[in-house]
């Protein structure tokens, strides 16, 4: 009668759900090799749960704001327990600043990330027609990422009609923008870029 009992109380046990939101600029395939099939391998390998979802939240321009990951949690799993790990596994791959993870269905959130995040705009209309013809922004990305020791093979970026959103993180917004400073005022495509802290 015991067993009877305990399995179904089981099976009405409802499944239970995280929500990761990434303050992240990334493109939705590097979203899925960067982030969820290493999460994924990891919440596998340690009998945490599985991801069943994920989406890109743009604004009105197309510029990605955020994205997210759905966790379906295995049944009988500490809460606690599983929020911890997955916030160090997400933090160790960088997750940028005001990322966070919460409980589906509840007001339970919880806000992570170290990394902060340095956003350029190149000007892509207001420049000489020399400069568009000869410089390139692949260049430009590799330099910057060269001059902040950013090592990944991610490139985050946008096109609007206008300009074209590069997009970087690292430990200190500050320290990025001294580091690349030089190269922005001497490479002639860098002229009129806005840059801002996007983490």
């Known amino acids: 009668m015991n067993f009877f009992k305990k399995l179904f109380k089981t099976k009405s046990e409802p499944l239970q759900y995280f929500i990761i939101t990434l303050n992240d600029k990334i493109q939705p395939i590097d979203r899925g ?17 599985e991801i069943v979802g994920g989406g890109t939240q743009q604004a009105n321009n197309g510029e990605i704001q955020f994205v997210d990951i759905e966790i379906q949690l295995n049944s009988n799993i500490e809460i606690e327990s599983a929020q911890l790990k997955i916030i160090e596994f997400l933090e160790s791959k960088g997750a940028p600043k005001n990322s966070s993870l919460r409980i589906e269905g509840t007001d339970n959130k919880t806000v992570f990330g ?3 995040g340095i956003g350029i705009y190149l000007d892509g209309v207001n ?6 013809q000869n410089c ?25 009609p206008e300009k074209t959103g590069l997009y970087f993180y690292g430990n200190s917004f500050i320290q990025m923008e001294k580091e690349i400073e030089n190269f922005m005022k001497e490479y002639p495509l860098c002229k009129n870029a806005e840059i801002k802290q996007i983490a």
Do not use: M
């Open 33 to 49: 090799e960067y982030y969820e099939d290493p999460l994924d391998k990891y919440l596998q390998q340690n009998q945490i749960g």
């Open 114 to 116: 170290k990394y902060e």
């Open 127 to 132: 420049l000489d027609a020399d400069t568009y």
């Open 136 to 160: 390139d922004s692949n260049f430009v990305v590799s330099e910057i990422k060269r001059l902040i020791g950013d090592n990944t093979d991610l490139v985050r970026f946008w096109e609007f």
